[in-house]
Antibody, heavy 118, light 107 residues
Framework: EVQLVESGGGLVQPGGSLRLSCAVSGFTFSSYWMNWVRQAPGKGLEWVANIKKDGSDIHYVDSVKGRFTISRDNAKNSVYLQMNSLRVEDTGVYYC???????????WGQGTLVTVSS | DIQMTQSPSTLSASVGDRVTITCRASQSISNWLVWYQQKPGKAPKPLIYKASNLESGVPSRFSGSGSGTEFTLTISSLQPDDFATYYCRQYNYYPYTFGQGTKLEIK
């Protein structure tokens, strides 16, 4: 059974940092691109970043470039999102997702809540 | 960035109705479009990928069509479990972008 489990969310002050983790099981992790998608409270979905199977290709939405870093450890079956210089507008549920070879997210984690507030 | 515009934003319908949701892209995305269903407090679930392909396990009452800039999601006969919010997303260009969502409500 495919599982994605996020962790690391919490309450942080503006300007602070958090590191999100996503541990996966049930599939060959190193064969898939991985995504992070977020959703502000009561709002729609926003794609944040993704990373190629071997970590050699990475993409970000403009609003997080220079502040967030996506990475992965194929030996630990995990993908990470290091978030620095956090802003109030970064508040939301962050989902880790698996990208099918066709390019869409076929499996999603349950999400982890990040709250940026003073 | 590619802008994705869904219509309507809210749709009221009854069990058994046929409903259609439209998603328009600000420029051609070929057929690189996915439709998701999201229920409150839950992660989205893919329904249709590459504009018209039914995701495994999704009921056949869901269908998708379109290419280029205009796409539709159709539910042929609404069931109680279908009342949710639906999103489209393009994955032809970075950044991947979502529509704003369509909330399907019970009439």
């Amino acid at each position: 059974e495919v599982q994605l489990v996020e962790s690391g969310g919490g309450l942080v002050q503006p300007g602070g940092s958090l590191r999100l983790s996503c541990a996966v099981s049930g599939f060959t992790f190193s064969s898939y691109w991985m995504n992070w998608v977020r959703q502000a409270p009561g709002k729609g979905l926003e794609w944040v970043a993704n990373i190629k199977k071997d970590g050699s290709d990475i993409h970000y939405v403009d609003s997080v470039k220079g502040r967030f870093t996506i990475s992965r450890d194929n030996a630990k079956n995990s993908v990470y999102l290091q978030m620095n210089s956090l802003r109030v507008e970064d508040t939301g549920v962050y989902y880790c997702t698996r990208l099918q070879n066709d390019g869409y997210d076929d499996y999603w984690g349950q999400g982890t809540l990040v709250t940026v507030s003073s | 960035d590619i802008q994705m515009t869904q219509s309507p934003s809210t749709l009221s319908a009854s069990v058994g109705d046929r409903v259609t949701i439209t998603c328009r892209a600000s420029q051609s995305i070929s057929n690189w479009l996915v439709w998701y269903q999201q229920k409150p407090g839950k992660a989205p679930k893919p329904l249709i990928y590459k504009a018209s392909n039914l995701e495994s396990g999704v009921p056949s009452r869901f269908s998708g069509s379109g290419s280029g800039t205009e796409f539709t999601l159709t539910i042929s006969s609404l069931q109680p479990d279908d009342f949710a919010t639906y999103y489209c997303r393009q994955y032809n260009y970075y950044p991947y972008t979502f529509g704003q969502g369509t909330k399907l409500e019970i009439k």
